[in-house]
């Protein structure tokens, strides 16, 4: 049975994850990649990971929450999420790859769905189950991550018109540019900083020079 | 989310670094040169009430003159075969590297090992008697007097059921230069000596240079030698070597399982080349009253049985049940002006209401531990203070006194409990006997004085539970203990279904025929649907 494939743009997200397949296809036939409902699901990926921080049970919960810290979460969440976008982009452009950056943070966001779903059950499941139930727990968790995991493959395999195991190398590649962006944006951060200290010494010498 | 405990441990130990290191800069403002710090439940060091306070420091010139336990024929004899004047009494002098300290509760006399001296001293635990010097030792085999040679350990035991006054008094000594382990009686004649076994069990080029000894309750005779990692060397009471007690098991570190990986793919022969993977030696020992034998490791890196509990079949009782044993000492190792600093626990002592005590050579501290091993209190430090130490060597408590040798400073440092110490062993002793109610008044007071003091957190919300009050021990052990808030939560939601049940059975019908509706009402819309398209 065919759905009626012009939904609106929110219903998108929840179509694809129930069609790991053909929705993609969908999609793309479709061209119904939307950056606002991305956006909208980078934010709840965000407050989620910060939730299950701050929110998930005490006796479920392993996080360091005694000093609550928001910056490794963004940079664990919002970040990340961009760099895998920017790194997939510039790397599947030299490799035949046919998405454009929105059409891939579009599916990439639209396979987060079912992980951050499963991460809302299972915060209040950490709330109302004992140490002896964790089993619920680790399993809604894999389930979520295995969904998600899946989707994103049949969702890169998609976009960028790839076979399974150049999707897979692909992605693979993805985290090792992910990996050297980070870097050289620590490493420019470090150099602006140095700057910064450069010309912030030269002001005060002038100062001391000229106020005195 | 789910257990990760390495996440979290690292970050406490990261946190607890830093807070290490600001304790050791900040000036000390109480009248002790040490800070009190305890650890919360995350693995942090928190200030904390003291619970011991320095009473007295004392050396060997404090005590001026000792006097030999020989008798005035023996003293002939001695000076005799020595060919030099031996005489009864003797100026003590200060004491030289002593190594071991042992408090004999039965007679409430406090043995030194005087190891540089080559001498034992023994007093009362008050220091009130004179000393007496213990250095020639009769032995009937050869009718000769034999002398220590650098002494390390003393263990004394009673035989209750001797007619002999003085032959009930067993003293063992571990001669370490000597090579021996003499037992002998209250007047220093040896009945019994343990030299190094020719068993063939026994390694071909292994020395026996006795460290620590102990006895237990039958006789048997455990000695600690430093080159033996198998274990202590036991001896049965009429003195044959049997066996090798407790070894301490293997590291597992990064090297321990990348050999074990090359054994099981190499073979045998190509495998032998590799270096055998051994586990720490333990460094020191004591017996308790029930016949466990404690045993600590000195080092700085290991974390593999650090401290065990062993019963008499060897066997580690104090294994968590939970995922990895138990931490003892400070939890991380920080670095401080170019130095390294960490705990070594290098003695222990179980007294007799079975409290433990750590001695951490590294950084001068004792952690007191309850039976459970649920830390009490940390005090001590390194320094050249009242209460500080250089170079501790041993531990030994006795009616709620913590007597700590310093082989370097060649001092006897006596700590005290103070007023909020005995409210927490007041508290936990009671908590121990599973009286959880009559120990929340301790335990409130406790927390009046310190709110920072963890356990007391423990010790309430049991008592709490103990009496039904669900909500008030769940908010007591949050953040506390997770074993305890399982506890009290899962009655709390038992007690809330229970009380809730009505509700929950209107909603869920609600629900049902909510949805029962609803697909009744979408099939007729559909039907009106299908027929106007028609």
């Not at chain 2, 004591?286 to 974390?303: E, L, N, R």
């Not at chain 2, 007294?351 to 209190?377: A, M, P, S, V």
């Not at chain 2, 059975?505 to 025929?513: K, N, P, S």
Request: proline share 3%; charged share 20%.
């Amino acid at each position: 049975m065919r759905f009626d494939l012009d939904m609106p743009a929110w219903k998108w997200p929840f179509y694809v994850a129930r069609h790991p397949f053909e929705g993609f296809e969908d999609l793309r036939w479709k061209k119904a990649y939307n950056t606002k409902v991305s956006m909208v699901i980078v934010l709840c990926f965000f407050i989620i990971t910060v939730c299950q921080q701050v929110m998930t049970g005490f006796l479920f919960n392993t996080s360091y929450v005694k000093v609550f810290n928001i910056v490794p979460l963004l940079v664990q969440t919002i970040i990340l999420f961009f760099t895998w976008v920017i790194g997939n982009w510039s790397l599947c452009t030299l490799f035949d790859g046919e998405g454009s950056v929105k059409a891939i943070c579009s599916v990439s966001a639209y396979a987060l769905v079912p992980y951050l779903i499963t991460q809302v059950v299972v915060i209040i499941a950490s709330n109302v189950l004992l140490t002896g139930e964790a089993a619920f727990i680790v399993f809604f968790q894999y389930l979520g991550i295995l969904w998600s995991v899946v989707l994103m493959i049949s969702g890169i395999k998609t976009v960028h018109q790839y076979s399974i195991p150049k999707t897979l190398l692909a992605m693979v590649f993805t985290v090792a540019a992910m990996v050297i962006i980070l870097f050289l944006l620590v490493l420019l951060l470090s150099l602006f900083q140095q700057v910064y200290i450069f010309g912030f010494s030269i002001y005060t010498e002038l100062m001391y020079r000229f106020s005195l | 989310m789910i257990l990760v405990p390495t996440m979290k441990k690292i970050a406490a130990s990261a946190v607890s670094a830093i807070m290490a290191v600001s304790m050791l800069c900040s000036s000390a403002f109480a009248d002790q040169p040490y800070e009190g710090y305890n650890y919360d439940w995350w693995g942090d060091p928190v200030p904390s009430q003291t619970g011991y306070v320095v009473d007295r420091v004392v050396t060997g010139l404090d005590f001026g003159v000792g006097k030999r336990y020989n008798s005035e024929a023996q003293l002939k004899e001695i000076s005799e075969q020595t060919g030099k004047e031996v005489p009864a009494e003797e100026v003590i002098e200060e004491f030289k590297e002593p190594q071991d300290l042992f408090i004999d509760r039965q007679t409430n006399s406090l043995y030194i090992v005087d190891s540089g001296n080559n001498r034992i001293l023994v007093t009362d635990v008050e220091y009130k008697n004179q000393f007496i010097i213990m250095d020639y030792f009769y032995n009937p085999e050869t009718k000769k007097y034999e002398t220590l040679k650098n002494p390390h350990g003393i263990f004394v035991r009673h035989d209750n059921n001797s007619l002999n006054e003085n032959e009930s008094t067993m003293i063992y000594i571990a001669d370490y230069d000597n090579n021996r382990v003499i037992g002998c009686y209250a007047d220093g004649t040896i009945f019994q000596t343990f030299t190094r076994p020719s068993d063939e069990f026994y390694g071909a080029e292994v020395t026996f240079q006795p460290n620590k000894v102990v006895v237990d309750v039958a006789g048997n005779v455990y000695v600690n030698i430093l080159s033996i990692t198998d274990g202590a060397v036991m001896f049965a009471p009429d003195g044959s070597f049997s066996n090798y007690f407790g070894a301490n098991r293997v590291e597992q570190t990064a090297q321990a399982i990348a050999n074990k990986f090359w054994r099981t793919i190499l073979s045998r022969e190509a495998a032998a080349s590799f270096i055998q993977a051994v586990p720490m030696e333990f460094n020191n020992f004591d017996i308790d009253d029930d016949g466990f034998i404690y045993t600590v490791t000195q080092s700085k890196s290991a974390t593999t049985d650090i401290f065990k509990k062993m019963n008499p079949a060897g066997e580690n009782i104090l294994i968590n049940l939970g995922y990895s044993d138990y931490t003892y000492g400070d939890m991380a190792s920080y670095y401080y002006k170019n130095q390294t600093y960490g705990s070594q626990i290098t003695d222990v002592d179980v007294d007799e209401n079975g409290t433990i005590r750590l001695l951490d050579f590294g950084n001068g501290r004792i952690f007191e531990y309850t039976d459970e091993c649920d830390l009490l209190f940390i005090y001590g430090g390194k320094g050249n203070q009242k209460g500080l130490f250089t170079n501790v060597t041993a531990i030994e408590a006795y009616n709620s006194i913590v007597y700590v040798l310093d082989s370097r400073k060649n001092s006897i440092t006596t700590f005290k409990r103070t007023e909020f110490g005995d409210i927490v062993h007041e508290a936990m002793s009671l908590y121990n006997l599973g009286k959880y109610e009559e120990a929340s008044g301790p335990w409130q007071e406790v927390l009046t004085r310190d709110s920072n003091y963890w356990f007391a957190y423990i010790g309430l919300g049991n008592a709490e539970l103990s009496q039904g009050n669900y909500s008030e021990a769940m908010n007591y052990f949050y953040r506390n203990s997770r074993a305890g808030y399982n506890r009290a939560f899962k009655q709390y939601r038992m007690q809330f279904v229970r009380d809730n049940f009505n509700v929950f059975m209107i909603i869920i019908l609600v629900v049902i025929i909510a949805l029962i509706v609803l697909s009744k009402l979408r099939k007729h819309f559909k039907k009106k649907k299908a027929g106007g398209t028609k």
